[in-house]
């Protein structure tokens, strides 16, 4: 899908909104410099296009061997726990300020104990976790508890993780590791200006030894030679990020000469270049080091449309559908007649409406009416608030989580001939094309997950 000329003015708009005067110090690519980097990055893709495998829906390049952690974000039952919020690097990349002390986060949700935290991966049918910062070795004892409780508590189907920088890292930290159930150990080198001793010092005891750091352009060059390195010493994967700019990073990034770009969040151009050209350096020098681009649009999709869906299935109601991107679909019918109708169609006694599911439209399609799409988001809450409605899971007999359910936008109506289009997309009809219109961007953003990577403006 490309992305439309409403939905690029709506993102330059909240780009601008984000960093207010800031804004303005940012170097944005102009239409020739979007042209030659896009030309480019065809080439490279194009190049490739024989020995890779481009995954989920294209905005990774090439998934042919990626992490079994990767696979499990990718599925959307990976979770990720902050186990402190404090880091001994300060990387001119971190999207965030690392002076913030907390016990053990996720997705908002603090989890001083291990017991509660394993009963929220058992609810909610995470499948990978992964231990992040800061840094985690700086709590190392508070990081293992957590591991150890998970590997014993929830068994082998759970695939364990950890992020670390690696100045803590020595040998008899990698065997506790691999003691208590960790099966990849993932290294910002960055950290450690690209010195690989203490990936060295993993090699053979943890199961799964990762490179992971954001495709830094300037050291384009060193990563050719770290990469042939990494191989030799028996690194298994190298996941590259592209470099984003966030509130905290600000200040560092713009002192590097960096061409910016707009889009959910702003990122950096030449970080994406440098991570596929470092790719194709991969490819076509057969170093056997397999190189997963994480683009920042597939983690912004990817991941917060699993955390949409996994919310979502706890505040479905009958009659209701999820999207593929995360949001709690309801159709409704509005008959011209109503005669009939109820043998095929669910009534809502609540609002009075008469819901469908999409499998249904062929019949409802036959009588005349029109209908109504309304598609709410759930998310984590802390307490219930006036306007949405609110539930308690239970995780276990003395914690209970609170999601809420919210209306995501104001319903849209749509008519006979609006409503075939639009099923007939959903049932995969590639003749339907996106129009530059409100109603169309504002219904199908709520469907689908973008594809591609993203457009340079
Ligand atoms: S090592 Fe990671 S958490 Fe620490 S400063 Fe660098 S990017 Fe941030």
Redesign the pocket.
């Known amino acids: 899908m490309k992305t439309t000329t409403l939905l690029r003015e709506r993102h330059k708009l909240k780009n601008q909104e984000e960093y207010q005067v800031k804004y303005n110090y940012l170097r944005f690519v102009t239409p020739a410099e979007s042209e030659v980097a896009e030309t480019e990055r065809r080439e490279i893709l194009n190049r490739l296009s024989t020995r890779i495998q481009p995954g989920y829906k294209g905005s990774k390049p090439d998934i042919t061997d990626i992490s079994p952690g990767c696979r499990i974000c990718g599925e959307g039952t990976w979770s990720c726990l902050f186990i402190n919020g404090v880091?001994?690097?300060?990387?001119f990349?971190?999207?965030?300020p690392?002076h913030d002390v907390h016990e053990p986060e996720t997705n908002t949700l603090l989890f001083p104990e291990p017991d509660d935290y394993i009963d929220y991966l058992k609810i909610f049918k995470f499948r990978g976790m992964s231990i992040?910062?800061?840094?985690p070795l700086l709590t190392f004892e508070k990081s293992l508890s957590f591991i150890r409780r998970a590997r014993k508590e929830i068994g082998d189907e759970l695939y364990i993780w950890l992020?670390t920088?690696g100045k803590l890292f020595d040998r008899e930290k990698a065997k506790k590791l691999a003691d208590a159930g960790v099966n990849e150990v993932r290294f910002?080198i960055?950290?450690t200006d690209y010195n690989t001793d203490k990936v060295q010092q993993a090699i053979g005891i943890i199961p799964n030894v990762t490179v992971e750091i954001p495709a830094v352009p300037e050291e384009f060059e060193l990563m050719k030679q770290k990469m042939r390195e990494l191989k030799a010493m028996g690194v298994k994967y190298l996941n590259l990020h592209q470099l984003r700019l966030t509130p905290y990073n600000f200040n560092k990034l713009i002192d590097h000469d960096y061409t910016f770009i707009h889009g959910e969040k702003v990122t950096v151009l030449e970080s994406e270049l440098t991570a596929l050209r470092l790719l194709e350096f991969s490819i076509e020098g057969n170093l056997g080091l397999p190189v997963n681009y994480c683009s920042f649009v597939y983690k912004n999709r990817y991941q917060k449309s699993a955390a949409r869906r996994r919310h979502a299935l706890k505040m479905l109601k009958p009659g209701e559908s999820i999207t593929e991107s995360g949001f709690i679909r309801r159709l409704s019918f509005l008959p011209e007649v109503s005669s009939g109708i109820e043998k095929i169609l669910f009534f809502d006694e609540e609002t009075g409406d008469f819901l469908f599911i999409p499998e249904n439209f062929s019949q409802i399609c036959k009588i005349p009416g029109q209908i109504k799409i309304t598609y709410f988001v759930a998310q984590l809450a802390p307490q219930p608030s006036a306007i949405s409605e609110f539930k308690s899971v239970a995780l276990n007999e003395t914690r209970d989580i609170g999601i809420e359910r919210t209306l995501a936008q104001p319903e849209i109506i749509l008519n006979q001939t609006e409503a075939t289009q639009f099923f007939n997309y959903l049932n995969g009809d590639q003749i339907f094309h996106q129009p530059e219109e409100s109603k169309w961007i504002n219904l199908l953003r709520f469907e689908n997950i973008e594809k591609g990577l993203q457009s340079y403006y």
């Open positions: 880091c001994n690097s300060r990387c990349y971190c999207p965030a690392q992040s910062g800061g840094e992020y920088n910002d960055g950290a």
